[in-house]
Structure formats: structure tokens, C-alpha cells
């Protein structure tokens, strides 16, 4: 449903994607997983067509980005990071609002909306402004957004960053439960997500893609099977490794200092 090929994309001297290229089946939840600055959301951005690549290009259920632009974008729902919306509006009016520039009218129109605010939960507040709202109902609102057109493909740039656990677990709950008729990406920093949500991983660092197979392929790269060693190792460079080595290690002196100092 998703296929991504030979994405490319540099600012300046930078590059910041060097060749990306994965696929997406239905059924599959992916999580893009990198630290920050490796080209995640440089990377979702070409695919939904918020920038031109430099190189390569995608396909979304058959329709290549950059020859069929408008057909790609019919067949994705995506939530950009920060949950970008009108926020002088209402729920509902933005709602209405995403759903005309879908090109929906009437009848249809209400039932599309009437369905993603319930997807969503979002009952209790359609009538209140968004910029009124918190940061876990402002992320609802922009996933309804997302739904509302119901797409094959669902991007997500950072869906549960800086949301509390109970708004995360409402958040990765929606994604479970549209994950069997969809293609969807969970770009992402937060290794728990992985465990939570997702079927097979992505590692990009520093605009290369190290790393893809499932969460279980991945913990096996370490011994004792912890995610986050494996997402050191791939991610960072020796010299970064070495200089994580150093500041632990003055960590774990300062620590010991202070409590061979509180025994005494």
C-alpha cells in the first residue's frame, strides 16, 4: 500500500535523507524509529507532499507522489507532529471544515464527521474552540482530521510526544484499533511505542536507514534483548558511543560519592 523509493533530501550541506527506501503492507503498524534529527520527519513530510524530494519518490496504493500527487493524497490521512489545527475554531466547524476541502458534501458530509468525532471520543467537546482544549484532545482532533476521509495509508509524526500515560494509552488504543484495514507509520522517538503499537521497525540515524525487521528481530541484536541497547548501537557513532560511555561513568562516580558521603 505504501512503497518508498530511493528517498532523498538535503538543506544546504546537509543531507538530511540518503536513499530511503521501505514498504508498508495493510495489516502493518511501522514504527520510523530514529533519534532526533536522524530524518523522520523529513522523511514523512516528502511522503505526504508537504516538501519535494531531492531524489526518489513513494507510492501511495499505486499512485506515485510526484506524478500523481492529488490521487496519492486521497488515499492518506496524516497527523502532522504538534497537532497543527485552526484553533479559533470549534470541533465541529473544523471538522466540517476538513471534511468539505475532502470534497464531501450533505449528508455525507455529517456522517463523516459525525463518525471521526466518535472514533475519536471527542463528544463532550465539539463545541468548544480548540485552542481551549488540552494537548491530548488537540491530538484527537487533528487524528479525526486524519480518519475522517477513512484512507488506506495513515501517517502519524510523533502521535503521543508529550502527552500524559492515560492520554498515550487512548492515543496508541485508536491506532490499534484501525490497524488490520490500514497501512500505518508511527514515526517516533519513544522506544516504548514500539512495544505498544507496532509490527516491524524502522531504524533511520543520521538520514540513513540502519535497521528493519520486527521488534523481536531487533531485540535479539542484544544479548539480554533490551531495544534501547540496540537503538544505541545503531544510532550513534563510535565517537558518540565513547562519550556516552564517559559521562555514565562520571554519573555512577558522582552517585557513589554522594551516598559513600551519606553513610558517613
Known amino acids: 500500500m505504501l512503497s518508498v523509493n530511493d ?4 538543506f544546504g550541506s546537509i543531507r538530511a535523507v540518503q536513499k530511503v527506501r521501505f514498504d508498508v503492507k ?27 524530494p531531492d531524489g526518489g519518490t513513494a507510492e501511495i496504493c499505486g499512485h506515485d507522489i510526484l506524478k500523481d500527487p492529488v490521487g496519492a493524497k486521497r488515499c492518506l490521512g496524516y ?62 482532533v487533528c487524528f ?3 480518519i475522517l476521509h477513512d484512507p488506506e495509508v495513515l501517517i502519524m509524526d510523533e502521535p503521543t510526544d508529550g502527552l500524559d500515560p492515560n492520554q498515550k494509552f487512548a492515543v496508541r488504543q485508536l491506532i490499534k484499533s484501525m490497524a488490520k484495514e490500514k497501512a500505518i507509520i508511527v514515526s517516533t522517538h519513544i522506544l516504548e511505542e514500539v512495544d505498544a503499537v ?19 528481530e531487533l531485540k535479539k541484536k542484544d544479548p539480554n534483548g533490551h531495544l ?22 562520571k554519573i555512577l562516580a558522582a552517585a557513589d560519592a554522594a551516598e559513600k558521603k551519606e553513610a558517613c
Open 7 to 10: 528517498l532523498e533530501k538535503s
Open 26 to 52: 495493510k495489516g502493518e503498524v511501522l514504527g520510523f524509529l530514529g533519534p532526533n534529527g536522524a530524518g523522520k520527519s523529513t522523511t514523512m513530510r516528502m511522503i505526504t507532499g508537504f516538501i519535494a
Open 79 to 140: 497527523l502532522p507532529e504538534n497537532a497543527p489545527s485552526y484553533r479559533s475554531m470549534t470541533v465541529t466547524d473544523f471538522l466540517t471544515f476538513i471534511a468539505q476541502v475532502r470534497g464531501f458534501r450533505g449528508a455525507e458530509l455529517k456522517q463523516r464527521v459525525d463518525a471521526a468525532i466518535e472514533r475519536t471520543s471527542l463528544g463532550v467537546a465539539v463545541r468548544q474552540t480548540i485552542d481551549t482544549l488540552s494537548k491530548g484532545y488537540r491530538q484527537r
Open 144 to 146: 479525526a482530521q486524519a
Open 198 to 216: 507496532c509490527t516491524r521497525c524502522v531504524i533511520i540515524a543520521h538520514g540513513k536507514i540502519v535497521a528493519n525487521g520486527t521488534p523481536e
Open 228 to 249: 534501547d541497547v540496540v537503538f544505541r548501537q545503531l544510532t550513534l557513532t563510535p565517537e558518540e558511543q565513547a562519550e556516552n560511555e564517559k559521562i555514565n561513568k
